[in-house]
């Protein structure tokens, strides 16, 4: 095997660096996006941790069932912004926030469909993860 081979991961974490830097750069001035999280156990703690090194992304709201994950995931934000997120316990509440521009999801594959469905249905930009949806019924939808 050629050790010089550049791996898949490998790959992808680069190009996660480069864009995650580009990001990190941006210009004081430049608009804030506001961002909700849905779920945010051990996947969505991780993309929060992520997401916080952003400087132009606001963390307005956080949303999941478990009152202990939102508490950590709200104390996390505190320490990081001077600023506590509101704790939502219904996704769907989540939604009908005015003042979010995004949400990003960590939650059970499951969920993933009626989540995104409804995400985009609310005009709303979205970090999903994978995979998209369960059925080919559910993917052409969401297309």
Not at 35 to 43: I, S
Request: with cysteine; hydrophobic share 35%; glycine share 6%.
């Amino acid at each position: 095997m050629n050790d010089s081979k550049l791996t898949r991961r490998e790959m992808l974490q680069g190009c996660g660096a480069a864009v995650a830097g580009l990001a990190i750069e941006t210009p004081q001035d430049a608009p804030s996006v506001r961002c909700g999280f849905a779920g945010v156990g051990g996947r969505g703690t991780a993309l929060l941790q992520n997401v916080l090194k952003i400087p132009s992304v606001e963390i307005t709201a956080i949303c999941d069932i478990d009152p202990e994950h939102r508490k950590r995931a709200c104390d996390t934000v505190l320490a990081v912004r001077n600023k506590r997120p509101d704790e939502i316990d219904d996704w769907k509440a989540l939604l009908q926030r005015g003042d979010l521009t995004s949400i990003v999801t960590a939650l059970p594959c499951y969920l993933h469909y009626p989540m995104y469905r409804d995400t985009l249905n609310a005009r709303k930009h979205l970090y999903g993860e994978k995979p998209l949806c369960l059925t080919v019924k559910h993917a052409d939808d969401l297309v």
